[in-house]
């Protein structure tokens, strides 16, 4: 099984920041099989990254992936208030489909 | 458009089974595997199985395997989630999700059915 591990767990930052989550994979894990997604209290997630780095249809240029084999980073280059909440990576290259445990960005 | 709508809320006790629907639209049902995810609160998302809805073929994550077992009936459209012998611990919310026709992603969710085993 493919472990995900995301950090920081909390990361605490003002609007106009620029934020920065990792992922780091127990396994190499091929970009194509990397995502991003956001989630939001009450909310199913949403994607937001796919293929480690290729941004979903509407989501804004702020939020850019990179990284390959066993470590993946999303970064936000200036948050927005609609911005904070919880961030998983998960693979989809090997079962079991793994996430990662979550990154909560959280207003400072 | 594509919707994955979900049964709703239930209330379980320890040792009993719990059976969600996921009623699938807006595709070719047989085309998409359909995956099970679960998130206790407070606590990160979980990949609980996948089922193959056009030959009933599924996987299951080895920590639920023997309690799980997942379903369709192609007639409806709709897949099954049953989790049997439920302790606390499996108190969550449950969503079933589809692929993206592009990539590896979910980018179809249901809206979640929240479980609750409580004696």
């Known amino acids: 099984e493919i472990v995900l591990t995301q950090s920081p767990g909390t990361l605490s930052l003002s609007p106009g920041e620029r934020a920065t989550l990792s992922c780091r994979a127990s396994q190499s894990v091929s970009s194509s099989y990397l995502t991003w997604y956001q989630q939001k209290p009450g909310q199913a997630p949403r994607f937001l990254i796919y293929?480690?780095?290729s941004r979903a249809t509407g989501i804004p240029d702020r939020f850019s992936g990179s990284g390959s084999g066993t470590d993946f980073t999303l970064t936000i280059s200036r948050l927005e208030p609609e911005d904070f909440a919880v961030y998983y990576c998960?693979?989809?290259?090997?079962?079991?489909?793994?996430f990662g445990q979550g990154t909560k960005l959280e207003i400072k | 458009q594509v919707q994955l709508v979900q049964s709703g809320a239930e209330i379980k006790k320890p040792g009993a089974s719990v059976k969600v629907s996921c009623r699938a639209s807006g595709y070719t049902f047989t085309s998409y595997y359909v995956h099970w995810v679960r998130q206790a609160p407070g606590q990160g998302l979980e990949w609980m199985g996948i089922?193959?809805?056009?030959?009933?073929?599924?996987t299951y994550a080895q920590k639920l395997q023997g309690r799980v077992t997942m379903t369709r009936d192609m007639s409806t459209s709709t897949v099954y989630m049953e989790l049997s012998s439920l302790r606390s611990e499996d108190t969550a919310v449950y969503y079933c999700?589809?692929?993206?026709?592009?990539?590896?992603?979910?980018?179809?969710w249901g809206q979640g059915t929240l479980v609750t085993v409580s004696s």
């Open positions: 998960q693979q989809y290259g090997s079962s079991p489909y793994t």
């Open positions: 089922i193959n809805p056009s030959s009933g073929s599924t």
């Open positions: 293929g480690a780095s």
């Open positions: 999700a589809r692929l993206s026709s592009l990539a590896y992603y979910f980018e179809y």
